[in-house]
């Protein structure tokens, strides 16, 4: 009785109200609350940091015993000075950070007038030697003065621009007013803003990233009329170590009408041409969706579907079981990446995602993507994931456990896939791919319940089946590839969040309280409840519970709840402060899978609790994808003005071709190179860590496509 009373009095201090008489008498079960209204939640507001937005001029003041106001408008300054009483006394206007380049022709321009100061001094150095300097005289006439100068000494990347104002008559005080300050290059484009090259649609959030001697100021000009449609200020100082670049940015979302544009800023800097436009990302969606599709194994793609990419049947042979020596079929499914091997946690990734894409947005899915199964009914999204789990099925085992790859044992020559007809493997189970096919096999239950109920249940079957092989091998480790095999190998430390994720699709599925254990212990140990990568599943599993009305009736569901928000916060305040905006923690093999996986994520909590603060911050790392980087080049292929040409993958490399909407995976700071980490990046088909494509980098950009697409 004492604990029943207990229970009681927490839940109503809790605000939950235990439903009416009919339950009175009712034993409490151990998951479950009996509610009339939601049951609330600690973190009820969740406070995002204030962006970083801060302006201070790049223009540093001295004047020394001097009493003056200085007025800082944009584009102007207006001194006042009242106590000039040392005709020695200089004022000077000092910028730091500029670069000068052997053979670069530079012209700085200027509005100065003055009652007080008769001559304005113009000096760049090097913090040492003075390399240029001239004087003009000044009145209270304003007088345009304009400067051309060529640099024939070495480079020198940082160095400062003084302009001294100085007088010889005996006046106290007056005025000096200088308007316009710029400089910009004349032999050349410094292309040193970054935007994103593809464009922005008229409502996104629009922010520019500036090296820190881009000055004050920037505009935004129509490139067809050449009208200055929007003037901003360059703001919020970042020192950039992971660049090696100091970066502000500036906010120009309030130019929303559809057109083409470019950005200048106040010293040196332009942007690539961009266009503002409705609907601007539906035909990289359907490429970055078709990508997918062109990687299809076991089949043949025709020209029609794939272009130069079509290939005749490929790797429909039968596999063998290494450990058994058996054969099976294991026709189907996607080549993995730029070679031809299949590995069952990318698979299920690239799966998830597309599941997952159609799941929250299904209006970006209502026109035909031209693939194969066109007209069948079925959203061409869920075609392409079926695709993943028809080939999953025949990688289990009959008592459950799920295959980790089919592979050859070397990587394929530089053929085409058809033209691949090495004796086909497939590598033992392992708890982590039998644990994470579970959970894709039931979320494929859930999404295809709809439009295809037969395979639904076949795909719950196939669930129950591995996830209670998987329970009963818990902690079993991941086997490292043989020696013979020089496949990719997928090997985790844990299979605790394939477990969880498991549980969370299984419950979501079925609602079974048996499945609540699992979570229980996840969520309780606040360990792998956010990944979306092929060696961490818990986000997905944790989206799902978020969202499902009878687990916002349990006990679990506010700490779920407050983790996974606070997980948000943190997510936008490493997206404001960061010089590109950017949520990763290092750059690394694959990094921009987790830019993407990092949008995917903020835009799921968004599902769950909606925020303008995480939709900006998704949009960021879209940007950075598509061109808003240190290196100023989109990482899509055929999108945006610079992007990869010579990547990775067997195909492409035989035929000379591009690929269209694929995803590289970005620079990898663990390679050799005395370039900061952002920076190590070759645009080369050798170059595998940085330049190779993968089904599994694809498909978080084809999920955060579909919810930008409109």
């Excluded at 670069?99 to 700085?108: A, L």
Aim: aromatic content about 12%.
């Amino acid at each position: 009785m004492f604990q029943r009373i207990c229970i009681i009095l927490c839940l109503i201090l809790a605000g939950c109200t235990i439903q009416n008489e009919e339950n009175k008498g009712a034993a409490l079960i151990p998951y479950q609350i009996k509610y009339e209204k939601p049951f609330p939640v600690m973190l009820e507001n969740i406070s995002y940091s204030q962006k970083n937005s801060s302006f201070n001029s790049v223009l540093n003041t001295s004047f020394d015993s001097i009493e003056m106001a200085i007025s800082d408008e944009l584009k102007k300054q207006v001194m006042d000075i009242w106590d000039w009483n040392d005709v020695s006394r200089q004022i000077v206007f000092t910028t730091y950070g500029m670069p000068f380049y052997e053979g670069q022709s530079y012209r700085m321009s200027m509005d100065v007038s003055s009652t007080i100061a008769d001559t304005v001094t113009v000096i760049f150095d090097d913090y040492t030697d003075v390399f240029y300097e001239k004087s003009f005289s000044i009145s209270e006439e304003t007088r345009k003065i304009q400067i051309d100068y060529t640099h024939s000494g070495l480079n020198l990347d940082d160095c400062e621009i003084k302009i001294l104002f100085s007088k010889q008559n005996q006046l106290l005080s007056g005025q000096i007013i200088l308007e316009d300050l710029s400089m910009v290059r004349t032999n050349g484009i410094d292309y040193g803003v970054k935007i994103n090259q593809v464009g922005y649609l008229p409502q996104s959030q629009k922010l520019a990233v500036f090296r820190y001697n881009s000055g004050d100021w920037f505009d935004v000009i129509n490139t067809q009329t050449n009208e200055v449609v929007y003037t901003g200020r360059i703001v919020g100082r970042t020192d950039n170590t992971d660049t090696g670049e100091i970066n502000y940015y500036g906010d120009f979302s309030s130019v929303n009408q559809e057109g083409s544009y470019r950005i200048e800023s106040q010293f040196g800097g332009q942007s690539y041409e961009f266009v503002i436009k409705e609907n601007l990302y539906e035909e990289l969606l359907k490429d970055s969706l078709k990508m997918i599709t062109i990687q299809r194994c076991g089949t043949s793609l025709s020209k029609e579907i794939a272009g130069d990419f079509s290939h005749d049947f490929c790797h429909n042979t039968m596999a063998k079981a290494y450990s058994l020596w058996e054969d099976f079929d294991v026709s189907g499914g996607w080549h993995d990446a730029g070679d031809y091997g299949r590995y069952t946690l990318t698979a299920v990734k690239t799966m998830n995602d597309l599941m997952l894409a159609y799941y929250v947005y299904p209006e970006s899915f209502t026109d035909c993507m031209n693939l194969p199964e066109s007209g069948n009914g079925i959203p061409d999204i869920l075609d392409e994931a079926k695709v993943g789990l028809d080939w999953l099925k025949k990688m289990q085992a009959p008592w459950g456990s799920v295959y980790t790859a089919a592979v050859t044992t070397q990587f394929a020559d530089f053929v085409t896939p058809d033209q691949d007809e090495q004796q086909m493997w497939i590598l033992d189970e392992e708890n982590t791919s039998t644990a994470a096919a579970a959970g894709a096999f039931a979320m494929g239950a859930i999404v295809f319940e709809s439009w295809d109920n037969q395979a639904a249940q076949q795909y719950l079957d196939c669930a129950i089946r591995a996830y209670d092989n998987a329970l009963n091998s818990r902690m079993t480790k991941d086997k490292r590839n043989p020696e013979e095999i020089s496949a990719g190998d997928y090997a985790n430390s844990s299979d605790d969040d394939e477990i969880y994720f498991a549980s969370a699709m299984l419950y979501a599925a079925t609602h079974d309280e048996k499945y609540l254990d699992q979570i229980k212990e996840s969520v309780n140990s606040k360990q792998g409840l956010t990944g979306l990568s092929y060696s961490d599943f818990g986000g997905y599993g944790s989206y799902y519970l978020l969202k499902d009305e009878q687990f916002q009736k349990t006990r679990i569901y506010p700490d779920l709840y407050n983790y996974m928000m606070e997980y948000s916060m943190n997510l936008v305040w490493d997206n404001v402060n960061d010089g590109y905006h950017l949520t990763i923690e290092s750059y690394h093999w694959g990094a921009n899978m987790d830019v993407s996986n990092n949008a995917m994520m903020m835009l799921l909590l968004n599902d769950v609790q909606p925020s303008a603060d995480l939709i900006d911050a998704a949009f960021e790392q879209l940007c950075y994808l598509l061109g808003k980087n240190s290196l100023n080049m989109s990482f899509v292929t055929g999108y945006g003005t610079v992007y990869p040409k010579a990547i990775h993958h067997r195909p492409a490399i035989v035929h000379q071709v591009q690929m269209s909407g694929a995803l590289v995976g970005g620079p990898d700071g663990s390679l050799d190179s005395n370039l900061p980490p952002a920076k190590k990046y070759w645009d080369d088909s050798q170059s595998f860590t940085t330049n190779e494509v993968a089904i599994y980098y694809n498909s978080p950009l084809v999920f955060v496509l579909s919810a930008f697409k409109k």
